[in-house]
């Protein structure tokens, strides 16, 4: 039907199920006459938010609405705002209730009467960190959070035309508070700032690799020129900030190539060049968010002053990297009915378009920095006692760039300074074997200071010309203090060849580090 005509003074009664020309069609029926639906009577609206339309009812006479108005979404490219369902000479809301075909968490529908004659459905929603922060959404990531914000930046930024509606209003229609804690938390890209303390550990342990040949002597008797090759296969990293968050695996690879040598009566100089491999899992849950893989090289200059006991080692250079990888982004598609049969049976549920199920991505790195560490050797017969203060300061970039879903990121460029200052305590005893050869052992401990966190700036690559240029601002904790440790066997035989196998650790309020390498340096 087109329109109905009742008659002047006639009321349609709807205590049944009342569609404007069948589930699944937008159209306004014209009423000649008034309407009123008591508790018992539906009806269903069909909605389309591309075109902005809804079924509507156009009365001559009053209009009394209760009971519900099932709502159909056949379109979700724009946002939702506000749509009149009815118009009349006067308008009651006797408490109508908006109901969606599944629950929506996101959505809060409902009904008023603007100027005594319409019936308007709005909706006032909750905010997406209001959702994040439900206790029921099973996340107390912070990173989710502030995803959480940007996309209540972006949603408030244009309406209804906006290029993120889609997944906005799929967000909005997920089910439960956990199903949207989930979906928030795999559209949150927490790799792009993760990259920035991956960069950071490869420099510390090429920065520790270059020290091979600056540490305690093991020979007196060489000429002050030393070359080393130092590799660690297997550097593992894991952070567990405990239920609710996102969790962090990484391996890095790292080999390094270096020398120095004196160059005057307190002074040696000297060059390292490394390169580092890395493969990274964040997960939440259990369930894989994404993996990450990528490589850096790394050049630092090397210089030492010793004055008897004493002695200040530097070091100043930085490198270039670059990763790729995939990450999660699906999001539960929202179903629609497309229509009913000739005897009203509606047809089964279908899916809208969804956004895609994951993005691949690529980032390039580049850091510079320089590390000076003061310190003291005391000997005492075959042992030595080595306290030292480590001072580091660094600039790190990252920009990058996702493709494949309309949740895809840009990181136009990012750049971190890190600080830190680590005092420390090496104990060790050379024991000599033989009349040529000698074994080392030794431990190590300090307490590193650092800078709190690190942060990465980034837009939905459909979203960069919004209005306002509302952005994601993504941190991750720094574990500051974190405790380092270390222990090494070190055999030193003819010529000034020594081979060493060393562990390092580091372990923090939410972090774990265990590495173990193995180097050869030949002193001469």
Request: no cysteine.
């Given at each position: 039907l087109k329109s109905i005509n009742l008659g002047a003074g006639g009321m349609f009664k709807n205590q049944g199920l009342m569609t404007n020309q069948g589930i699944g069609v937008v159209a306004t029926v014209d009423v000649t006459g008034g309407w009123t639906q008591d508790n018992t009577g539906s009806f269903v609206t069909d909605i389309d938010l591309d075109n902005q339309i809804t079924d509507k009812l156009t009365l001559t006479e009053t209009g009394d609405f209760a009971g519900t108005a099932p709502l159909n979404f056949l379109s979700i490219d724009k946002l939702f705002t506000q749509y009149t369902l009815a118009t009349g000479s006067a308008m009651t809301d006797s408490g109508i209730t908006a109901q969606t075909l599944h629950p929506a968490v996101g959505f809060n529908f409902l009904t008023r009467v603007d100027n005594g004659t319409d019936l308007v459905l709005y909706a006032d929603n909750p905010t997406f960190l209001d959702l994040a922060q439900d206790p029921g959404s099973g996340t107390t990531d912070p990173g989710v959070f502030q995803m959480a914000q940007y996309l209540d930046d972006v949603e408030a930024a244009s309406s209804p035309d906006n290029p993120m509606a889609r997944l906005i209003n799929m967000l909005r229609f997920s089910q439960t508070e956990a199903e949207l804690g989930a979906a928030l938390t795999r559209l949150t890209p927490h790799y792009a700032v993760h990259t920035f303390d991956m960069i950071n550990r490869s420099t510390d342990t090429m920065l520790d690799q270059a020290h091979e040949c600056t540490g305690v002597a093991a020979y007196k008797n060489t000429d002050g020129r030393c070359i080393w090759g130092t590799i660690t296969p297997q550097a593992e990293y894991s952070r567990d900030a405990g239920a609710g968050t996102t969790s962090r695996d990484d391996t890095?690879?790292?080999?390094?190539?270096?020398?120095?040598?004196?160059?005057?009566?307190?002074?040696?100089?000297?060059?390292?060049?490394?390169?580092?491999?890395?493969?990274?899992?964040?997960?939440?849950?259990?369930?894989?968010?994404?993996?990450?893989?990528?490589?850096?090289?790394?050049?630092?200059?090397?210089?030492?002053?010793?004055?008897?006991?004493?002695?200040v080692d530097f070091a100043l250079g930085g490198g270039t990297g670059s990763f790729k990888g995939e990450r999660d982004t699906h999001i539960d598609?929202?179903?629609?009915?497309?229509?009913?049969?000739?005897?009203?049976?509606?047809?089964?549920?279908?899916?809208?378009?969804?956004?895609?199920?994951?993005?691949?991505?690529?980032?390039?790195?580049?850091?510079?920095?320089?590390?000076?560490?003061?310190?003291?050797?005391?000997?005492?017969?075959?042992?030595?006692?080595?306290?030292?203060?480590?001072?580091?300061?660094?600039?790190?970039?990252v920009s990058g760039k996702e493709e494949g879903s309309v949740a895809a990121f840009s990181f136009d460029g990012s750049d971190n300074m890190f600080y830190a200052v680590t005092p420390a305590l090496e104990v060790g005893a050379d024991i000599p074997v033989s009349d040529i050869a000698s074994f080392r052992i030794y431990g190590k401990a300090g307490v590193e200071f650092s800078t709190k966190q690190w942060e990465i700036e980034g837009r939905f690559a459909a979203a960069e010309n919004l209005p306002g240029n509302p952005a994601l601002h993504l941190t991750e904790a720094i574990d500051s203090p974190l405790y380092r440790v270390g222990a090494g066997l070190e055999l030193n035989g003819v010529n000034g060849v020594g081979l060493a196998v060393r562990y390092n650790g580091a372990f923090g309020e939410t972090v774990k580090q265990n590495a173990v390498s193995a180097s050869l340096k030949v002193s001469f």
């Open positions: 890095l690879k790292t080999m390094s190539l270096g020398g120095i040598a004196e160059v005057g009566h307190n002074w040696s100089l000297g060059a390292t060049l490394g390169r580092t491999e890395y493969d990274s899992k964040i997960a939440f849950n259990g369930d894989e968010l994404s993996e990450t893989k990528g490589e850096s090289w790394q050049a630092y200059a090397l210089a030492k002053y010793e004055n008897n006991n004493y002695f598609q929202v179903g629609f009915i497309p229509g009913e049969t000739l005897d009203g049976v509606y047809l089964p549920e279908e899916l809208l378009d969804g956004i895609g199920n994951s993005v691949t991505y690529n980032q390039d790195t580049s850091q510079f920095g320089g590390s000076a560490r003061v310190g003291m050797t005391h000997q005492m017969g075959a042992f030595y006692l080595q306290p030292t203060l480590q001072f580091d300061a660094r600039w790190l970039d």
